[in-house]
């Protein structure tokens, strides 16, 4: 930084000094330089003579806009002040114009005050009727008669008020009328198309057997995404099809809009989707198990139905065969016939014990399962709502459907093990009757034979 400063101030004297050698140049005596410098002076006067008179213009130019620029804010000034006038003028005359018109309507004011208050009530009906699906423009027609109505400049005159009684008298008759007409259909997928449809009164419009919907807002009718059950689909085609006499149809009587019932169907779901959606890791676990044991205990029923069957076989034959427990309890008897009552009889009885785990197998297992499935139920509405305590926490309990998720977890866990449980207990007792009956034939047969071998040795002893 301080070589940069030294080199500076030199090549400043460099150039003085190079300035100074050029003057002496030029000045060759005192006279001569003396001169120069006069020529000079006179030279920077009239410069600044020059730019004085430039100043001075535009200072004139300046001043002479400025006049301009007040002159126009005084004559501004003053037609604001005259239109002020004008306006206070004219309210004053406005008001006393909305007076007399007030005068001069007399009654008018409480019928117009009426009209529109009942217009405004039915505006609503006329926007979201079926009606208007078929009538166009109604809505639109009935705004502009309540903004006449309630206007303190213009007024109703008579065709205005006889088109709105027409329109209620259109809405009363045609709620009543069965009628077919062309329209612009929206279809579940987006798509819009150019339908017959059949308007029963102000209730419900079918299409293509398909029940629609109307909002005014859209405009147009829409197929409901989730239609009623087969049989009112079925009246809905054959009402479409006939074209004389009765015909059996289901309708929405909460109508009016086109049937809110079942509009709203779409917003309540099915049972799959209220089982896939708020079941949780918990309730597959619960619908996995019971399936399992639903398999299993039909397949022991299966099996057990097939081995009653060769029992009761075999009740009915001399010779024991070995396809069935009866037959090999009984050859077990034919093995030892020298055998005393007392041998016998554990010989049997072994016999009978070791048929017995076959006929009884699985069954503690199905037992197990449908004791487990509402401790899984249990659990899932537990853990639900601790879902739902943390959610209060976080965002706290001034908003229901946030807490909704948890609670329908909790709730559906529960159903989801009785369901389960119900009918596990049931296919439980069956099998375990079936069982118990086979096994109560091996005893019965066992306990016959040795009360016939103890009745031949008491004869023979005698």
């Given amino acids: ?22 003057v002496a140049a030029q000045a060759t005596s005192l ?14 006067s ?4 020059a730019r004085v008179r430039e100043f001075e213009q535009n200072a004139a130019r300046q001043q002479e806009i400025l006049d301009t620029t007040n002159e126009r804010i005084a004559t501004e000034e003053t037609s604001s002040t005259q239109l002020s006038d004008e306006f206070e003028a004219n309210q004053i005359i406005l008001a006393d114009k909305r ?10 004011n409480e019928l117009f005050g009426t009209l529109q208050g009942v217009a405004g009530d039915f505006l609503s009906n006329f926007q979201n009727s079926l009606i208007s699906a078929q009538h166009t423009g109604r809505s639109a027609q009935l705004e502009e008669i309540i903004e006449r109505a309630g206007s303190t400049v213009e007024q109703l005159n008579v065709d205005e008020m006889e088109r709105f009684w027409f329109f209620m008298h259109q809405e009363l008759t045609e709620s009543g009328r069965v009628v077919s007409f062309n329209a612009d259909v929206t279809l579940p997928n987006g798509d819009t198309a150019n339908r017959s449809v059949v308007r029963i009164g102000a209730f419900n419009a079918i299409s293509d057997g398909e029940y629609l919907s109307y909002n005014g807002d859209i405009g147009h009718l829409q197929v409901l995404p989730r239609q009623p059950e087969a049989s009112i689909m079925g ?12 015909t059996r149809v289901g309708i929405d009587p909460t109508g009016g809009v086109g049937g809110q019932v079942m509009a709203n169907l779409v917003n309540f779901p099915t049972v799959e989707e209220q089982v896939r959606n708020n079941s949780g890791t918990i309730g597959f676990i619960i619908i996995g198990v019971g399936i399992v044991g639903i398999l299993i205990a039909f397949f022991r029923l299966l099996m057990l139905s097939l081995i009653s069957i060769k029992v009761r076989t075999q009740l009915k034959r001399d010779k024991p065969t070995k396809n069935n427990p009866l037959g090999r309890v009984l050859m077990v008897a034919e093995a030892n016939p020298s055998a005393d009552t007392e041998t016998l009889e554990l010989k049997l009885g072994e016999a009978i014990l070791q048929e ?55 709730l559906m866990t529960t159903v989801l093990g009785i369901v389960v449980a119900i009918p596990t207990i049931f296919m439980h007792t069956v099998v375990k009757s079936r069982s118990d009956n086979i096994i109560h034939i091996l005893e019965e047969q066992a306990t016959g034979m040795i009360a016939e071998k103890a009745e031949r040795i008491a004869n023979s002893r005698t």
């Fill in 356 to 410: 017995t785990p076959a006929l009884e197998s699985m069954l503690t297992l199905i037992k197990m399962i449908a004791t487990i499935a509402p401790l899984g139920g249990l659990l899932g509405t537990v853990t639900g709502m601790i879902q739902v305590f943390q959610q209060i926490t976080v965002y706290g309990a001034g908003d229901p459907t946030i807490m909704a998720g948890g609670i329908s977890q909790a």
């Fill in 46 to 49: 009239e410069d600044y003579l």
């Fill in 235 to 246: 009246t809905a085609e054959a009402l479409q099809g006939s074209s004389s006499g009765f």
């Fill in 31 to 44: 006279s001569n330089l003396l001169e120069l410098v006069e020529n000079d002076r006179v030279a920077e």
């Fill in 99 to 108: 007076e007399i018109l007030r005068d001069r309507r007399g009654d008018l």
């Fill in 1 to 22: 930084m301080k070589k940069l400063i030294n080199i500076t101030g030199l090549l400043t004297a460099a150039v003085f000094a190079f300035g100074s050698a050029q």
